[in-house]
């Protein structure tokens, strides 16, 4: 089978799709015009060949795989550069370009994602203009390399009990810059183990003997000539991971290390020559950088999950397996009902949260412009808005990732499936930026506080408006429609959120604290911030669905709505009983709901390869033997085997240290 030709089940899959895919793509990518620069980008930087490995990159050592990755690194900055003029991380999220393209390059994690993915933005967000015009273009140019230093070794998610210490010397206008303890070594720190020279540092401030609270201040922590650390620093490589390897996640420790007065980053806040705090804007400001990458985290758990459909549809269209009747070929593993069940809510996510994301994104820049003004009403919505899309989105891809791989059989356990290295990538994410069961939490103080407006009669924020109607106790009739079915999960959240509060009064009534009583209801606050995220969840998708295809054709409408379908009748089916405890849902009910979910199965079928290949993803990014467009799945598996430096000789010197036995025969 020559390279180009396509495997004949996947060229009847696309010869059924009933819809027209690029029209698809359009939507996906949010415009025709946005397509065409998209397309036009990956064509320019692909071309060159800078992406591809001889060897593949599983087949290397450590070592090796980091020295490539930031070979590559500096290709693919050189590359991108060319072509998208305004290479500055936060004005470059509404273009999907730089986190594709980077999926070509690296297999695992290019080493400089955090220069641009937190480092960049931080100089932008958080420095005055003085400040900017002296770090960020030479950080755009990458004459420095950064990395963004706050987590600790002992202390992650409780950014407040981080024990890094910055105390001012005014005698000689400059930071201290001390670790104290063991755990209060920045641990986790992408690019900075080997790669980064600078770093944001977020460290406790002292002053005139008073602590600040954190702070960050841009570090230079390697000599720009030879790039060994400078005295007072000690900084390294934390050693293997699950993933992520090339990304050399570092750990960092101070001296009484002392930097500049005016390298704190002073936008929001600053240390006059004197040691006189002067606090400039609101603090909650600083938070906008670890808002940012939440948000970011949405789009990428959306897109990585909409890989690992692509390659596991592909797939389960090209491999067949068992008579589904005696006597009858082998089916495509495709038409079996319980793969269809792995997959199609695969795709129906991965959609449901990039229009989500996109939703949230335009959320974000407009409370954000809010808040520039002097405006944080809003900040408490965001907040609790970014830590529980962050929190859901990243462990539901996590989950549906690995079915992917598990739809895959044997098959998707080889690296070079890639379906491992995807998911040892978003598994990470569920953790950093913000541990899932914390973000939940800090989320359920803000429903609290809301349950708590809404009861004395004060109309609350837009995303939990259904609180406000706490005090007039209506009949709920059960609706099986999808408006009926969204109200329900509101309904639920209600009911959990409800049920929080009333626990934690009973505790205080017998003479618990507020901070004991949540404590000891934690459990429970938990599933009622996931409940009150399903929901916004399952709305949003629905009403963006709606809008963005309001001027499409007849048939993008249909199967749109089969994906909204799909996934709000998945997720009943799933919370049965949630909806059994908080609405009058019926068993009847239940089985009508199944009923339509099987249907919505088989009319989803005939599309399906059609729907991961809207997703536009091209070989190069996706980088799979199983998923390739072409369908050569097992010529492909066969040619990277023959790659593996085990086969690079037909007899390993193993055998003649170690196996060889003097023959008896």
């Not at 397509?35 to 593949?56: C, S």
């Not at 005295?231 to 009484?256: Q, R, Y």
Request: one cysteine or more; a neutral charge; glycine letters at 6%.
């Amino acid at each position: 089978m020559s390279v180009n030709k396509i495997n004949e089940d996947l060229a009847k899959e696309r010869r059924k799709c009933n819809f027209d895919i690029q029209e698809l793509t359009y939507i996906i990518d949010g415009g025709k015009h946005k397509t065409e620069q998209r397309r036009l980008i990956e064509e320019n930087v692909l071309k060159t060949g800078a992406h591809k490995d001889l060897v593949p990159d599983e087949c290397l050592s450590l070592k090796e795989r980091y020295e490539n990755a930031v070979k590559k690194s500096l290709a693919y900055s050189d590359l991108v550069k060319n072509e998208i003029a305004a290479f500055t991380g936060i004005e470059s999220y509404g273009t999907p370009i730089l986190r594709r393209l980077a999926d070509a390059f690296f297999v695992d994690i290019s080493p400089m994602l955090l220069h641009f993915g937190m480092f960049v933005p931080t100089i932008i967000g958080q420095c005055t203009p003085e400040q900017q015009a002296k770090w960020l273009l030479p950080a755009i140019n990458l004459e420095i390399y950064g990395a963004y230093a706050q987590t600790e070794l002992g202390h992650g998610t409780f950014i407040r009990g981080l024990e890094t210490t910055a105390t001012y010397d005014p005698s000689t206008e400059e930071f201290i810059l001390h670790s104290p303890t063991l755990t209060a070594y920045k641990w986790w720190i992408g690019g900075l183990g080997k790669t980064a020279n600078h770093c944001i540092v977020v460290a406790q401030l002292y002053t005139q003997g008073k602590c600040y609270g954190v702070h960050t201040f841009i570090v230079q922590i390697r000599d720009l000539e030879t790039h060994e650390p400078l005295p007072g620093v000690k900084v390294g490589e934390i050693g293997p991971k699950l993933g992520s390897n090339t990304a050399d996640n570092g750990f960092l420790g101070f001296n009484n290390y002392r930097i500049p007065r005016d390298h704190m980053l002073m936008k929001n806040a600053q240390v006059l020559k004197d040691g006189t705090y002067k606090k400039l804007a609101n603090a909650k400001l600083t938070y906008g950088t670890m808002v940012f990458v939440r948000v970011t985290l949405v789009s990428d758990s959306a897109f990585n999950l909409a890989k690992a459909a692509t390659i596991a549809v592909r797939y389960s269209a090209v491999r067949r397996q068992s008579e589904a009747k005696p006597g009858a070929p082998e089916s495509q593993v495709l038409d079996y009902p319980t793969q269809q069940h792995k997959l199609f809510i695969c795709i129906s996510t991965a959609l449901a949260m990039q229009l989500t994301a996109n939703w949230l994104w335009v959320t974000f820049s407009k409370y954000l412009n809010e808040m520039r003004k002097g405006n944080v009403d809003n900040l408490p919505e965001l907040h609790a808005l970014s830590s529980c899309l962050k929190s859901v989105s990243t462990s539901d891809a996590s989950f549906l990732i690995e079915q992917c791989r598990f739809a895959c059989g044997g098959h998707g356990y080889m690296t070079s499936s890639r379906l491992p290295q995807i998911y040892g990538f978003v598994v990470a994410t569920r953790t950093y930026e913000g541990d899932y069961t914390v973000l939940l939490l800090q989320t359920a103080r803000f429903l609290v506080k809301a349950w708590e407006l809404a009861e004395s009669g004060v109309d609350v924020s837009p995303t939990v408006s259904y609180l406000n109607r706490v005090n007039k106790h209506k009949e709920l009739v059960w609706d099986n429609s999808m408006e009926g079915l969204i109200r329900s999960f509101e309904v639920v959240a209600e009911g959990k959120i409800s049920h929080c509060v009333k626990n934690i009064r009973e505790k205080m009534k017998t003479g618990m604290c507020y901070d004991e009583a949540w404590l000891l209801t934690t459990n429970q606050l938990v599933p009622a911030a996931e409940a009150h995220c399903r929901a916004v969840l399952l709305k949003v998708y629905h009403q963006e669905a709606k809008r963005l295809t309001a001027n499409s054709s007849v048939n993008i409408q249909k199967v749109i709505d089969q994906l909204v379908q799909l996934y709000i009748i998945f997720w009943s089916l799933e919370k049965t009983g949630d909806l059994l405890r908080y609405t009058p849902i019926s068993e009847k009910d239940i089985d009508e709901l199944q009923n339509r979910y099987d249907d919505l199965l088989a009319s989803i079928r005939p599309n399906a390869v059609g729907l991961v290949d809207a997703f536009d993803i091209r070989d190069e990014i996706l980088q799979s033997t199983l998923g390739a467009y072409d369908g050569r799945v097992y010529e492909r598996l066969m040619e990277e085997a023959l790659k593996t430096p085990l086969n690079a000789e037909s007899v390993n010197s193993s055998f003649h240290k170690y196996l060889k036995r003097e023959s008896k025969l």
